[in-house]
């Protein structure tokens, strides 16, 4: 799911209860290289991006075949600092197999995933981010002035 809003990790911690939970919020952290951010916005091709973590999640189920629930949720538009912008959970009855698969998915999100974030600083700058999407590596990057750099 893409979301606008807060994510609460406890409900999503209750759409996965089973006998071993791996979970991972990730937050928007306050400072990247001396610059104070204020946050990050974040846009997706949701169409492409829902078919992609379809695809993740039937690659953990054939890599760990004792996943019982995934469920992913990434916010889309401004998250302020200290926020979560992603939340996983996924079960299983094995706590290593829980981890490891947590560990595939967050990879796999920034991997596959069509996602874009702006990191906005305190002095108005702002940087948007390469996605570390193997087809969007070699893409070039329209800075805050519309100039094109690589």
């Not at 409900?11 to 946050?39: K, Q, T, W």
């Amino acid at each position: 799911n893409f979301e606008p809003r807060l994510l609460p990790s406890t409900n999503l911690c209750a759409l996965c209860s089973s006998n071993s939970l791996g979970e991972i919020p990730r937050v928007v952290l306050s400072s990247f290289f001396l610059l104070n951010n204020l946050g990050l916005e974040y846009e997706a091709y949701e169409l492409m991006a829902q078919s992609k973590f379809v695809k993740v999640c039937a690659d953990i189920r054939q890599c760990w075949p004792t996943v019982v629930h995934i469920c992913v949720h990434h916010r889309l538009g401004w998250v302020k600092v200290r926020e979560a912008s992603v939340v996983m959970a996924i079960s299983s009855p094995h706590r290593h197999d829980g981890h490891q698969a947590i560990q595939h998915c967050i990879s796999q999100l920034k991997a596959k995933i069509p996602i874009w974030k702006k990191e906005v600083y305190d002095t108005q700058e702002v940087s948007w981010k390469l996605s570390e999407c193997s087809w969007s590596l070699h893409s070039k990057v329209h800075n805050e002035n519309g100039n094109l750099s690589e």
